[in-house]
C-alpha cells in the first residue's frame, strides 16, 4: 500500500485498518468502518479510544485530532433524527462541526489475526495460541490458468492481493502444466495464437486459497498480472474452518500455577476491581481461553479445548452454571477485557506510518462502577 506520509487523509487510515481487519469480517449486527467524516480530509494527529462519548469529542478537539479511532462505534442503530436530543446526537453534531473524522473498529477487529484477543493472551504471556472458535465457511479456492511465461509473476501477485495463506504458512500454491486451447473470434485482441485459427497453448493450472474477504483485491490483482485478454478463473466454496480467524484465543502459560494466582494477575493485568468467577476446582491452570467483551457463548469451545480458566465478560446468571466443575469461567468487565485495544489499533497503524502522531484518551468510559 502506497501512502503519501506527508500528506495522510482519513482513506489512508480507513485502508490500513481494513487490510488489517476488513469489515466483512464483522457482525451482521455492527457499525463498524467510517462512521462520521471526509475520506478526502487530511490527518495529522488521531485520538485512540476504547468508545466515543461526549467527553471523547470534547478530548479530541482540545488535542487537535482530526480523526478518532475507537473499538465500539458511535452509532450503532440508524438515527431518525440528529436534534441533540441524546448523548449520541450530540457526539455526531460536535464532531461534524469541528471536522472530525470517526471511525471504529470492532468485531471485525474482535476477529482478526492478532485481535482483541490475541492482545489480551499477550499481556497474559500466554503461547501456542490457537483461534477458539474459528469462522467457518470463510475460504474459496482460486482456480486460474496462465501461460508458463507469466506463471510466476501471476503467483506473486495473488500472494500479494491476500491469497496463498494456509495455517502460519504463507506463498501456499499448487500448480500442474497442462495444455488449454481457445480459438479468438474477429473482435477479439489475442495476447497468443490468430484469429479465427483454434489455438493450442502450454498452460500452467494455478490454485489459491484466498479469504472470501479479500476476494475483490485477489481478482483485482489476477486482472491486472495475467496476460489473456479474458482470464478464465474459478472460485470454489470450501467448507474448511479458517484457523487463523474468529473469536476468542487459547493457549499456556510457561508453567502451571495455581488458580487464586492466575485470577489475581488477570485482576491485576486487567486492572479489575473485582472478578466474578465460578467455584475453583483445586486443579493446577497451564491452559488459558480468553474472549474479548461478549463471549459467554463460547464456553463449551473453552471446555472443548482443555483450557482451565476461560476469561471473558457479559456472563449472565444463569450461564455460570454451564461451566460445570469443568473449567473456571471469569467474568472480567467488558471494558476492563477491551482496554488494551487502544494499543492494538496504534500498533496497526505505526506498523505503515510509524512517525504518526497519536493521543491515547484519557476519558474513561467504562460506564459501569462498583461500590
Not at 449486527?29 to 476504547?50: E, F, H, M, P, W
Not at 461534524?96 to 489480551?120: F, Q
Request: glycine fraction near 6%.
Amino acid at each position: 500500500m502506497d501512502i503519501n506520509t506527508s500528506k495522510v487523509i482519513v482513506r489512508d487510515i480507513c485502508r490500513i485498518m481494513e487490510e488489517y481487519a476488513p469489515l466483512c469480517l464483522q457482525e451482521s449486527y455492527d457499525n463498524a468502518g467510517l462512521v462520521i467524516g471526509n475520506r478526502d480530509q487530511v490527518v495529522r494527529k488521531i485520538l485512540v479510544s476504547i468508545d466515543v462519548t461526549e467527553a471523547v469529542v470534547e478530548e479530541a478537539i482540545e488535542n487537535q485530532c482530526e480523526m478518532i479511532i475507537s473499538h465500539h462505534p458511535l452509532i450503532f442503530r440508524g438515527l431518525r433524527k440528529i436534534t441533540g436530543g441524546s448523548s449520541v446526537e450530540r457526539a455526531v453534531i460536535n464532531a461534524i462541526k469541528h471536522e472530525v473524522a470517526i471511525y471504529a473498529s470492532h468485531t471485525n477487529l474482535d476477529k482478526a489475526y492478532l485481535g482483541v484477543s490475541w492482545k489480551m493472551a499477550e499481556k497474559l504471556d500466554l503461547t501456542d495460541l490457537q483461534v477458539l472458535s474459528p469462522i467457518a465457511d470463510g475460504l474459496l479456492k482460486l482456480v486460474t490458468f496462465v501461460p508458463e511465461s507469466h506463471w510466476e509473476s501471476l503467483k506473486k501477485a495473488l500472494f500479494s492481493a491476500g491469497a496463498g495463506t494456509i495455517g502460519a504458512y504463507d506463498s501456499c500454491s499448487f500448480s500442474v502444466l497442462g495444455t488449454g486451447t481457445f480459438r479468438a473470434t474477429e473482435s477479439c485482441h489475442p495476447y497468443v495464437g490468430e484469429t479465427g485459427i483454434e489455438h493450442f497453448e502450454k498452460e500452467m493450472r494455478l490454485e489459491v486459497i484466498v479469504p472470501d474477504c479479500r476476494r475483490n483485491e485477489v481478482i483485482e490483482a489476477l486482472l491486472q498480472e495475467h496476460p489473456y485478454e479474458e482470464p478464465v478463473y474459478d472460485f470454489y466454496k470450501l467448507s474448511n474452518d479458517w484457523p487463523q480467524v474468529g473469536l476468542g484465543v487459547v493457549g499456556n502459560l510457561p508453567e502451571e500455577r495455581e488458580e487464586l494466582d492466575v485470577l489475581q494477575t488477570i485482576k491485576q493485568t486487567f486492572g479489575c476491581r473485582c472478578i466474578r468467577h465460578t467455584p475453583l476446582l483445586g486443579r493446577k491452570v497451564r491452559r488459558i481461553a480468553l474472549c474479548g467483551g461478549s463471549g459467554a457463548e463460547f464456553l463449551p469451545m473453552a471446555i472443548r479445548s482443555k483450557a482451565q480458566i476461560y476469561v471473558t465478560a457479559d456472563c449472565k446468571y444463569h450461564e455460570f452454571f454451564n461451566a460445570e466443575d469443568q473449567i473456571i469461567l471469569a467474568d472480567i468487565g467488558h471494558f476492563e477485557s477491551e482496554q488494551f485495544t487502544k494499543e492494538l489499533i496504534v500498533d496497526c497503524i505505526k506498523k505503515k506510518i510509524p512517525t504518526f502522531a497519536f493521543v491515547f484518551s484519557k476519558t474513561n468510559t467504562n460506564p459501569i462502577n462498583y461500590l
